[in-house]
């Protein structure tokens, strides 16, 4: 709700004057609030702000400035997420989000192997702890939040998102440190993709699109941008995934899928295929 209220007076946009002491309820807030339960006059206020025709306004243009994907969904469960016996759910928590800053790694079994998951800061500024690091990796997970298609960077807001994943991808694919390595491509937020496109046309940010609001055509054109960059098709795969990280039945059965790719890629190393 802060980065709603922070961009309003850039948007043109007012604020219900009934709702201007609950605005300074909000920015007086600190950023991240230390506390086992949301303080009443907080959930009032976002409660409040939520039904003003302005917050509304600044959510629909959400890609003139910085908005978290999930913030309508969490505004939508204020009541519930306010109350004093809140406990977060499965999904509170896939459409929660932590900033990754340096590496971070994750050591878990599946069945008999045992897999160890690095996860990387993708913002411009962590880049450079982690590009050389990977060199005997048995494969890359690059994730690609479809839905930013037609949202600018948090550091460069000069910068278009898509393009910036386009040019990391190209800079990862065709690294000298990932000459043989498989990548495997997740097309993430398939859902907010879908329900973006008829209002925010893919055309307006890839002028070369020419399929409209048309889902598949599009999945199809951001799929081919990323695939087409690889300059070592005839030595390193890249295996594409369509996702929703909060669909939880579909994410199950792609990282059993993967599961099954990185299997091979290790008897491939070890030379038992």
Known sequence: MRAILEALPQLDIALAPSNDARRSTILAMPAQIEADTLPGDVGDAIRALWKDPAVKEAVRRAREFQLNDSAVYYFNAIDRMSSSNYLPTDQDILRSRVKTTGITETTFKVGELTYKLFDVGGQRSERKKWIHCFENVTALVFLVSLSEYDQMLYEDESVNRMQEALTLFDSICNSRWFVKTSIILFLNKIDLFAEKLPRSPLGD?????????????????????????????ATKQIYAHYTCATDTQQIKFVLSAIQDILLQLHLRECGLL
């Not at 070369?208 to 695939?227: I, K, M, P, Q, S």
């Open 205 to 233: 940010y890839f002028p070369d699109f020419t399929g409209g609001d048309n889902y598949d055509a599009a999945c199809e054109y951001l799929l081919h941008r990323f695939v087409s960059l690889n300059q070592s098709a």
